[in-house]
């Protein structure tokens, strides 16, 4: 798996290895770590799980506290810059396989996120695609292809990312019934809540998901158990996720009783 963080800086690739990895899903299930405990659990000396956690930190996977680390803040949401590169190689992935279940002549709504954007660069060989998007950079990208119908909604413009929220926004949205609605969140409760940091964002997304006949989700694997404030609803909201690992096993029952299928983009 390939991220990229901020150095200096500057942007460098960074690969993670396997303890790493499991050094961010150990936090992610404790809430909160000591180094000295890290150390012991990995056996590896602390120096080592310090190198670890500086990068993971500057990464934005991990947040340091006195004394240890924990994940990020359930309030705020990495820099947009920084989601544009974390996990992009996954994200790619997801993206091209969503895209493949989207059949030209479609119509379709597309919300926020750097996985969207992705997805929407995935869909540029397709024709006459009808779309309704409030993601400013997404609208730009397919209005280049010239048998597409873009629809851009209106409202408040977030300097940040670009994208369009408000009122406004979504009473745009409720004025169609799409074939499909991508949606992006940011994060995914094991009991299949779908949770995101801005209220705005989520009241658009629910709109989305209410005039959307089918509704497919595009959420890499760094989203599960991620903490975010605001509740979207349950995954039975989704009929299809797209991501780049299976769920976990304690996932099962609660995917089956939604209905929502999971597709893995290997």
Same mark, same amino acid.
């Given at each position: 798996m390939v991220?990229?963080?901020?150095?200096?800086? *500057?942007?460098?690739?960074?690969?993670l290895n396997r303890r790493q990895e499991q050094l961010v899903a150990r936090v992610r299930e404790e809430g909160f770590a000591t180094v000295e405990d890290l150390a012991g659990?990995? &056996?590896?000396?602390?120096?080592?799980?310090?190198?670890d956690l500086a990068v993971l930190c500057?990464?934005?996977l991990l947040r340091r506290y006195h004394g240890g680390v924990s994940m990020p803040s359930s309030v705020e949401n990495l820099a947009y810059a920084e989601r544009q590169h974390l996990w992009q190689e996954e994200k790619v992935r997801i993206a091209q396989l969503l895209a493949n279940h989207i059949p030209d002549d479609a119509s379709l709504f597309i919300n926020l996120g750097t996985t969207n954007e992705d997805v929407a660069r995935a869909l540029m060989n397709h024709k006459g695609l009808r779309v309704i998007t409030n993601n400013l950079n997404v609208a730009i990208m397919l209005s280049e292809?010239?048998?597409?119908?873009? =629809?851009v909604a209106g409202g408040v413009?977030?300097?940040? &990312?670009?994208?369009? *929220?408000?009122?406004?926004?979504?009473?745009l949205i409720r004025q169609?019934?799409?074939?499909?609605?991508? =949606?992006?969140?940011s994060g995914i409760d094991p009991d299949g809540t779908l949770l995101d940091f801005d209220l705005h964002e989520v009241r658009v997304a629910q709109a989305i998901i209410e005039h959307s006949r089918q509704v497919y989700l595009a959420a890499d694997h760094s989203k599960l158990g991620r903490n975010a404030l605001v509740r979207l609803g349950p995954i039975s909201l989704?009929?299809?996720?797209?991501? &780049?690992r299976?769920?976990?096993a304690e996932m099962a029952d609660v995917l089956a009783a939604a209905g929502t299928q999971v597709h893995i983009a290997a």
């Open positions: 991220a990229v963080v901020r150095m200096g800086g *500057t942007m460098s690739d960074l690969v659990h990995f &056996d590896v000396t602390q120096q080592t799980i310090r190198r500057d990464a934005g292809n010239p048998s597409f119908e873009v =629809i413009v977030r300097g940040r &990312d670009h994208g369009v *929220t408000g009122q406004p926004t979504i009473e169609f019934k799409v074939d499909f609605g991508v =949606i992006g969140i989704v009929h299809a996720w797209f991501t &780049d299976p769920p976990p």
